[in-house]
Structures are given as structure tokens and as C-alpha cells.
């Protein structure tokens, strides 16, 4: 079974799971999100849940100055995550998001 068909059996979308951090981090050794997406910056540690994009610190920061009605920011490696976010993040990813923004 692979990472995303046992995330998706777990019970509620709202509930955190456990091994967040040990997910995000498999899928951000993929070389596209091995840098940040509005930057370049190497080996970035924040996320946006509502893009499935992951960032470095400075562009965190822009992010999170927007509001969370438009980017939800949490750390890839301190923040606990919801079921519903990881999902979010592992369909998703920068170059995913790098192919529909230029579009």
C-alpha cells in the first residue's frame, strides 16, 4: 500500500496524523520541491496547505502577510498537520503547481 492509500483511509479530515513530518519530508526529496517556489531558494521548510507548494523562510513570511484566506502557511518540519493538509501537499507539490500556474 503506498503513503497516500493509508493516509487516505484514515479516519476524519481533521484529525492530525502522527508521521506528518516523516511524509513531507519523503516527498519534498523530490527534486522539484527541493527548492522553493517563488524563490529558488535551496531546501525550503514551509508549506503552503492551500497550493501544495513548499517555500523557504523569506517567501514563508510574503505568505503569511497575505492571510490565511488566501495561502495557509505551516512549517514542514515544527507544525502538526491535519489529514486533509497532507493530502493537499502529496497531490500536490512545486512542480504540479509550477505546470498549472503557467498554464
Not at 527541493?34 to 523562510?57: E, H, Q
Not at 507539490?93 to 498549472?100: K, S, Y
Request: proline share 3%; net charge positive; with cysteine.
Amino acid at each position: 500500500m503506498t503513503d497516500m492509500e493509508s493516509i487516505k483511509k484514515m479516519p476524519g479530515a481533521m484529525e492530525t496524523v502522527k508521521d506528518a513530518n516523516a511524509q513531507l519530508t519523503k516527498h519534498r526529496m523530490k527534486p522539484d520541491n527541493r527548492v522553493c517556489f517563488d524563490c529558488n531558494a535551496k531546501n525550503p521548510t514551509w508549506a503552503s496547505c492551500t497550493y501544495g507548494i513548499y517555500m523557504c523562510l523569506d517567501c514563508a513570511g510574503h505568505h503569511r502577510s497575505l492571510g490565511v484566506h488566501l495561502t495557509f502557511v505551516r512549517s514542514a518540519e515544527l507544525d502538526t498537520w491535519k489529514r486533509h493538509e497532507l493530502v493537499a501537499m502529496l497531490v500536490g507539490g512545486n512542480g504540479r503547481a509550477r505546470d498549472f500556474f503557467t498554464r
